[in-house]
């Protein structure tokens, strides 16, 4: 009984840390994309002005 447990609170951590580091991804992924349109439109501003 204590094996089985020990072993489900094992799967119970991994399984929240899993959880953790997907969130953590999601964050990143979401702030990169911000950072990407960020710079798109800084790019973007520049040229319209040298083509008017």
């Known amino acids: 009984m ?3 447990f ?6 119970e951590l991994a399984f929240k840390k899993l959880e953790f580091l997907s969130y953590l ?7 990169a994309q911000d950072v990407v ?4 439109s800084i790019s973007i501003e520049p040229d319209d002005t ?3």
């Open 6 to 11: 020990q072993t489900s609170v094992i799967l």
């Open 25 to 31: 991804l999601v964050g990143t992924a979401r702030q």
């Open 50 to 52: 040298l083509e008017t």
């Open 2 to 4: 204590t094996i089985t």
């Open 37 to 40: 349109q960020g710079l798109r």
